[in-house]
């Protein structure tokens, strides 16, 4: 995954919105540029750990050498631009400034064989069942 991103990131990592926690946010972190910054959103991937003690920062070193700058990110503390943010992405994405990507398999059958690729980090882009 590390390599993936370096691939893809060909410059490397400026800002990654980490909403997993996992693998993901490691391989990211790996590839972070000198000044990056981490919002941490959220972290799925620890979401059968929740009972357990929090395991902490991981890539210290990484955020010291890079001088990341990481900083959490609850939508509660901005309740109150809701409307307006709303409205800012619907007119982003009419204007095609928003590229979205979407994992779709079919039919009530396929929702835990979908929530585990998830949970996995194994779907691209938003899991989508069709119904």
């Not at 919105?17 to 990056?36: K, Q």
């Not at 620890?46 to 890539?59: E, M, N, S, T, V």
Request: aromatic content about 8%; overall charge negative; proline content about 2%.
């Amino acid at each position: 995954l590390v390599a993936d991103v370096a691939a893809v990131c060909r410059n490397g990592v400026d800002v990654f919105i980490d909403n997993t926690a996992g693998p993901i946010h490691d391989a990211a972190m790996l590839n972070l540029n000198t000044f990056g910054r981490v919002v941490i959103v959220g972290t799925i991937a620890l979401a059968d750990r929740f009972d357990q003690p929090d395991i902490g920062l991981r890539h210290l070193r990484t955020t010291l050498i890079t001088r990341a700058r990481i900083e959490g990110f609850l939508l509660d503390d901005h309740e109150h631009e809701f409307e307006t943010a709303k409205a800012d992405l619907l007119s982003w994405y009419k204007q095609g400034l928003l590229e979205t990507k979407e994992d779709v398999v079919e039919g009530i059958e396929a929702v835990p064989y979908a929530f585990v690729r998830m949970l996995n980090g194994e779907n691209f882009g938003k899991q989508l069942i069709k119904l």
